[in-house]
């Protein structure tokens, strides 16, 4: 199946490179790397300077899709256990960069 860009909170986001685009810390904007992990609250991101732990709360994520496609959304939407977000009712993301 394919990962459609409008749909993004509903998938799988392990394995998707991220940039953090915007945040109430200003010391993770701009980071970017590989989702490695991800909780209710949390992404665990793989970057050149190790592992970095980025709120989804309060964030704006630049997502890249396997067919180089950039998605923007807004952390807050994410918050949720992953395996929960599939049943969830969400707001389409806004996409188009």
Known sequence: ????????????????????????NPWMEGLSGK??????????????RGLKRIPKGG?????????GQKVWVDGSILISRPENRINKRMPKTRWKL
């Open 59 to 67: 964030t704006g994520l630049i997502f890249t899709l396997l067919a």
């Open 35 to 48: 989702v490695v992990d991800e909780s209710r609250n949390i992404l665990l991101l793989e970057t050149e």
């Open 1 to 24: 199946m394919m990962l459609r860009p409008e749909r993004i909170a509903k998938h799988e986001l392990i394995g998707l490179r991220v940039l953090v685009k915007s945040s109430t």
